[in-house]
């Protein structure tokens, strides 16, 4: 009973060890999608023509001129070694679940908050070089609302860089700053704090913001608004729904629900940093709303690349709620919901991977199905010809030829 009793106080360490089999099974030596408009930025960083204009132009509705250039680096760095990337990947979620683990182990919810953090909904963010920017962004809004639970100015300071750095990382960077509002000045904090926090948000608004052009191509707004509300629960239940779109939006209400039950205001001055968690994870949520819910497919709002944000609000859900009597059975059922859905997730890893080493091997020997491989925002010729400079270079899958 003593083995099984420490075994527990370390159950999220197979979590963790699943997410790092997972993250190099679906290595492939080949760079997907996205990670393809990281070369023009490796071109520039050679030639030392890379300036903060080029790095902060918007990209898919984001700013991530902190991540392009933290990727870019290691790229160069590391002759685009994709386990490398990989590695750093998972410490980024190591180091966001670290932040989290002791108010869980503290509440007796270690393994509870442990599978949905883990949750497999998200296993793309991964498995995928580009999302590293959203992974970037996630890590410093963490950290950032971690540090900001102490009062004192050595914590303050970090905690601002944080923020801003995570703002320049990713769109989701941005639910940094309604969650550290929160933190700011509904908790004991001293008028210059506050003064200086209020300061540097503003400017980084305007940095954000300053000249910044329309949205690209798709991410024009202005379809459905009605959609919105929809995509918003079908993104939130997204790691507990399986089988039907409708069962993650049902979920998504339940959980809601049972927050409210839970009456989880009461605790949000015992647990801010956990509130301000919370906070973030809706304010990731409500912005990807805003941005993606108006048009196209709802169920969008189920792709993986917003499970992180999505697993954020199940933990915060479950760390800021008591589960007594019949209570704790809800949990479990939740948590069974979360199981399956990751089961569900499963075969979609191997698919993934044989779609890369079909790409791989379609550019090295320049098939026309190279071209499946390339992003959304990269033309034929551009992806030809960063793919000749990737040859050039000795880079990714040409490394060692």
């Not at 949905?116 to 992974?135: D, H, R, Y």
Request: proline share 4%.
């Amino acid at each position: 009973m003593n083995f099984l009793g420490r075994f527990a106080r370390y159950i999220d360490v197979l979590f963790i060890g699943m997410a790092v089999a997972i993250s190099f099974y679906t290595a492939v030596e080949v760079p997907v999608s996205d990670d393809w408009d990281i070369v023009p930025f490796i071109q520039k960083m050679k030639e030392g023509t890379l300036d903060w204009k080029t790095l902060d132009s918007p990209y898919g509705g984001h700013k991530e001129p902190v991540s392009r250039f933290v990727l870019a680096l290691t790229a160069v760095a590391t002759h685009w070694n994709t386990y490398v990337f990989r590695t750093i990947n998972i410490l980024l979620y190591v180091g966001m679940w670290l932040a989290i683990r002791p108010v869980a182990v503290r509440k007796g919810q270690l393994l509870a908050a442990a599978v949905v953090f883990w949750s497999l909904n998200q296993w793309i963010m991964w498995a995928w070089t580009a999302q590293m920017s959203e992974s970037m962004a996630i890590f410093c809004v963490i950290w950032s609302l971690r540090l900001l639970q102490d009062q004192r100015w050595r914590s303050l300071i970090p905690a601002i860089i944080l923020a801003v750095a995570g703002t320049f990382c990713h769109g989701a960077g941005l639910g940094v700053w309604p969650a550290a509002f929160y933190l700011m000045f509904f908790t004991n904090r001293r008028a210059t704090q506050r003064v200086v926090f209020g300061a540097v948000a503003l400017l980084t608004m305007y940095l954000y913001l300053f000249q910044y052009p329309a949205p690209q191509g798709d991410l024009v707004m202005g379809h459905n608004y009605f959609h919105m509300p929809v995509f918003l629960l079908l993104a939130l239940g997204a790691p507990m729904g399986f089988a039907a779109k409708g069962m993650a939006a049902f979920i998504a209400l339940v959980g809601l629900v049972m927050l409210l039950m839970s009456h989880w205001w009461k605790n949000m001055r015992k647990e801010p940093f956990i509130t301000a968690v919370f906070l973030a994870s809706l304010s990731m949520m409500g912005l990807v709303m805003v941005a993606r819910g108006g048009w196209g497919d709802v169920g969008e709002g189920m792709n993986g690349r917003f499970g992180t944000c999505a697993a954020l609000f199940w933990a915060g859900l479950i760390l800021l709620s008591d589960w007594p009597g019949w209570k704790r059975y809800c949990l479990a059922g939740l948590l069974g919901l979360c199981v399956i859905k990751s089961a569900v997730r499963v075969p979609g890893m191997d698919q993934y991977r044989q779609r890369q080493k079909a790409a791989e091997y379609a550019i090295l020997n320049w098939t026309p199905e190279r071209r499946l491989l390339k992003g959304a925002w990269t033309d034929p010729e551009q992806f030809d010809a960063d793919i000749k400079l990737m040859q050039q270079w000795h880079y990714s899958f040409f490394r060692n030829r």
